[in-house]
């Protein structure tokens, strides 16, 4: 069975930072590349950024660019986010997506909730 288990959403002060994590089983996940995409309250879900098969490629959205970074173990079978500068912006859902093809998941997990507040 195919499994995305998110971790490490909380309530953060703006300025502050947070490191998401990732946890895949069920698949090869050396062949994916994987991306994490956020929700906030009332939006679309989007992209905040992806990291290919093995770690050649990333991508950001202009709005986490410089402030986040997505980094991956292949040995751990894990995805990380780490976000720095959290703003009330970044407040929201984050999912992780398994993508055979670049940005096109296939598979999300259930979420992790950030809340950037003082």
């Known amino acids: 069975e195919v499994q995305l288990v998110e971790s490490g959403g909380a309530l953060v002060q703006p300025g502050g930072s947070l490191r998401l994590s990732c946890v895949a089983s069920?698949?090869?996940?050396?062949?994916?590349?994987m991306t994490w995409y956020r929700q906030g309250p009332g939006k679309e879900r989007e992209l905040g950024a992806a990291i290919t098969t093995t770690s050649g490629t990333t991508s950001y959205a202009d709005s986490v660019k410089d402030r986040f970074i997505i980094s991956r173990d292949n040995e751990k079978n894990t995805v990380y986010l780490q976000m720095h500068s959290l703003n009330s912006e970044d407040t929201g859902v984050y999912f992780c997506?398994?993508?055979?093809?670049?940005?096109?998941?296939?598979?999300w997990g259930n979420g992790t909730l950030v809340t950037v507040s003082s």
């Open positions: 069920g698949f090869d996940f050396s062949r994916y590349h």
């Open positions: 997506g398994r993508a055979y093809l670049w940005l096109r998941p296939d598979y």
